[in-house]
């Protein structure tokens, strides 16, 4: 998998995979990846103080 600071554009990795990915970085990291629900969209993954948000 890849690690924090690899870029911001992470393609097909799954929404579990990049919340968990987070998880290992620090406050403010996020990924963009493409959406598993919507064909030509792209979702975006952010991680806080206290949480991973996914959108």
């Not at 990915?21 to 206290?50: G, I």
């Amino acid at each position: 998998m890849i690690g924090c600071g690899e870029g911001w554009y992470h393609g097909g990795i799954s929404r579990i995979d990049a919340e968990n990915l987070l998880r290992l970085c620090k406050e403010c990291s996020y990924l963009v990846r493409n959406s598993q629900s919507s064909k030509n969209d792209y979702s975006l993954s952010l991680k806080t103080l206290t949480s991973v948000q996914s959108t």
